[in-house]
């Protein structure tokens, strides 16, 4: 898909920092079938295909034949194989396994796919094969939701960010947070006994200081997912007062007050532990509620702390331009582009445009945001094709910078800026 050009050419030589992934551990992709439509019902088409019609019971059962899986299949595959979620595990499955060479996936060739299918599953190497060998992933950022405490990747090339959602979101005894995490899980972890306010947020600074020491690039918070993401300022003598009269005793302003008191103090740590801090903001998965996902709605904690450096997700999205203006002149602002090529690759194409004009290019960042390799090969494929098609407009159609400067630029977006963020690499 990738288009011939001096750009695209250049892109193809990347060696790729991904800044968010959700790889899920190979045991569990090796549990029942596996094959293109099992990917799909795992990836985020499969919002997709519910929001074409398809129920749960419409999905084809494991004990069906290949070619009847394909038959019950294909009807709702006729609806949905225009969506962008879609064509991206195409070009994922055709990066990988060759397959399907030019064309659709159909009735013939969903046999062989399969087949090849379950010879990668098979390989304990795999996301390392194709992240790694295939994709020219160096390091691909693991946002690990099912298991928020654990660094442990089984892979080179995946390095797990450490998620902060549980401390904000179930500060109490007894509460967990969107995925069922709780600090208490992290104390059990680090043999650490919570006893009151002060160990509590001493919790926080000894997970954010041995996760930095266990060489965890980032911290990641999807809060966005669970509250308005306007955090206020609130002092340490009534967060301590709230937090002391315990959960039951809190209105829904004081929570909140007490969550916007422990987020301020983790970005705070963060940053003395230079670890940035990736936010989601915009569109929510599975939720057309975008409501309080507004990245502007930041604008006070990023304020309050020069020092951190925020990774803001999602290009914003539908809020991408006032993004624009918070990375353009925010120093401590990055863009980050991640799941928006899958979500709609002439959306980044359009904001490309706009972000290449207005944003300094050492501060644009791109991340697949899949859960299965294949998926995240087609997410990157995607990128690239995009970046290239943009950056090429730019030199040839617009005669707006040279080729070597677009070069540059791509080369900025899929692994400069992101090694220099993470990893600390001088570029
Ligand atoms: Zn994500």
Redesign the pocket.
């Given at each position: 898909m990738l288009q011939a050009s001096p750009v695209g050419e250049a892109i193809e030589q990347i060696s790729v920092i991904d800044t968010?992934e959700?790889i899920r551990p190979l045991e569990e992709v090796r549990q029942g079938p596996w094959d293109f439509i099992e990917l799909c019902k795992a990836s985020y088409v499969a919002a997709d295909f519910a929001a074409a019609g398809m129920t749960e019971a419409d999905w084809p059962g494991p004990e069906l034949e290949a070619k009847e899986r394909w038959a019950t299949f294909e009807p709702w595959m006729l609806r949905v194989e225009n969506t962008a979620y879609y064509r991206s595990l195409l070009l994922g499955c055709r990066k990988l396994y060759g397959l399907p060479e030019e064309d659709e996936i159909n009735a013939d060739n969903f046999i062989p796919l399969a087949e090849k299918m379950q010879q990668a599953r098979a390989r304990d190497d795999l996301f390392d094969y194709a992240l790694g060998q295939v994709g020219k992933i160096r390091c691909a950022l693991q946002?690990p939701h099912w298991a928020p405490f654990d660094t442990e990747t089984g892979s080179e090339v995946l390095t797990s960010v450490l998620r902060i959602n549980s401390f904000v979101m179930a500060p109490f005894e007894g509460q967990v947070d969107h995925n069922d995490a709780s600090p208490c899980d992290c104390a059990r972890k680090l043999n650490f006994e919570i006893s009151g306010f002060d160990s509590y947020l001493e919790l926080i600074g000894t997970a954010i200081e041995h996760y930095k020491a266990a060489g965890v690039p980032a911290i990641k918070s999807?809060l966005a997912y669970d509250r308005a993401l306007d955090f206020a300022s609130v002092g340490e003598d009534d967060a301590r007062r709230l937090y002391e009269r315990g959960a039951e005793g809190l209105s829904d302003t004081e929570i909140k007050a007490l969550q916007d008191y422990l987020m301020h103090t983790i970005v705070d740590m963060a940053a003395a532990h230079d670890l940035p801090i990736q936010i989601?903001t915009g569109i929510r998965a599975g939720s057309g509620d975008i409501r309080g996902t507004n990245p502007t709605l930041l604008t006070d904690l990023i304020l309050a702390h020069p020092k951190a450096r925020f990774d803001l997700?999602h290009g914003g999205y539908p809020y991408c331009s006032e993004l624009t203006v918070m990375a353009k002149a925010l120093p401590n602002v990055w863009l980050d582009m991640?799941?928006l090529p899958i979500i709609s690759p002439s959306v980044v194409r359009r904001m490309l445009q706009e972000w290449i004009e207005a944003v300094p290019m050492s501060k644009l960042l791109w991340g697949g945001?899949c859960s299965r390799v294949e998926a995240a090969l087609g997410a990157l494929e995607m990128a690239k094709d995009i970046v290239a098609r943009v950056l090429m407009a730019k030199v040839k159609e617009a005669a707006y910078f040279t080729e070597e400067i677009a070069v540059r630029a791509a080369k900025c977006i899929m692994h400069d800026n992101a090694a220099e963020l993470f990893l600390g690499e001088e570029s």
């Amino acid at each position: 898909m990738l288009q011939a050009s001096p750009v695209g050419e250049a892109i193809e030589q990347i060696s790729v920092i991904d800044t968010h992934e959700h790889i899920r551990p190979l045991e569990e992709v090796r549990q029942g079938p596996w094959d293109f439509i099992e990917l799909c019902k795992a990836s985020y088409v499969a919002a997709d295909f519910a929001a074409a019609g398809m129920t749960e019971a419409d999905w084809p059962g494991p004990e069906l034949e290949a070619k009847e899986r394909w038959a019950t299949f294909e009807p709702w595959m006729l609806r949905v194989e225009n969506t962008a979620y879609y064509r991206s595990l195409l070009l994922g499955c055709r990066k990988l396994y060759g397959l399907p060479e030019e064309d659709e996936i159909n009735a013939d060739n969903f046999i062989p796919l399969a087949e090849k299918m379950q010879q990668a599953r098979a390989r304990d190497d795999l996301f390392d094969y194709a992240l790694g060998q295939v994709g020219k992933i160096r390091c691909a950022l693991q946002d690990p939701h099912w298991a928020p405490f654990d660094t442990e990747t089984g892979s080179e090339v995946l390095t797990s960010v450490l998620r902060i959602n549980s401390f904000v979101m179930a500060p109490f005894e007894g509460q967990v947070d969107h995925n069922d995490a709780s600090p208490c899980d992290c104390a059990r972890k680090l043999n650490f006994e919570i006893s009151g306010f002060d160990s509590y947020l001493e919790l926080i600074g000894t997970a954010i200081e041995h996760y930095k020491a266990a060489g965890v690039p980032a911290i990641k918070s999807s809060l966005a997912y669970d509250r308005a993401l306007d955090f206020a300022s609130v002092g340490e003598d009534d967060a301590r007062r709230l937090y002391e009269r315990g959960a039951e005793g809190l209105s829904d302003t004081e929570i909140k007050a007490l969550q916007d008191y422990l987020m301020h103090t983790i970005v705070d740590m963060a940053a003395a532990h230079d670890l940035p801090i990736q936010i989601h903001t915009g569109i929510r998965a599975g939720s057309g509620d975008i409501r309080g996902t507004n990245p502007t709605l930041l604008t006070d904690l990023i304020l309050a702390h020069p020092k951190a450096r925020f990774d803001l997700f999602h290009g914003g999205y539908p809020y991408c331009s006032e993004l624009t203006v918070m990375a353009k002149a925010l120093p401590n602002v990055w863009l980050d582009m991640c799941w928006l090529p899958i979500i709609s690759p002439s959306v980044v194409r359009r904001m490309l445009q706009e972000w290449i004009e207005a944003v300094p290019m050492s501060k644009l960042l791109w991340g697949g945001d899949c859960s299965r390799v294949e998926a995240a090969l087609g997410a990157l494929e995607m990128a690239k094709d995009i970046v290239a098609r943009v950056l090429m407009a730019k030199v040839k159609e617009a005669a707006y910078f040279t080729e070597e400067i677009a070069v540059r630029a791509a080369k900025c977006i899929m692994h400069d800026n992101a090694a220099e963020l993470f990893l600390g690499e001088e570029s």
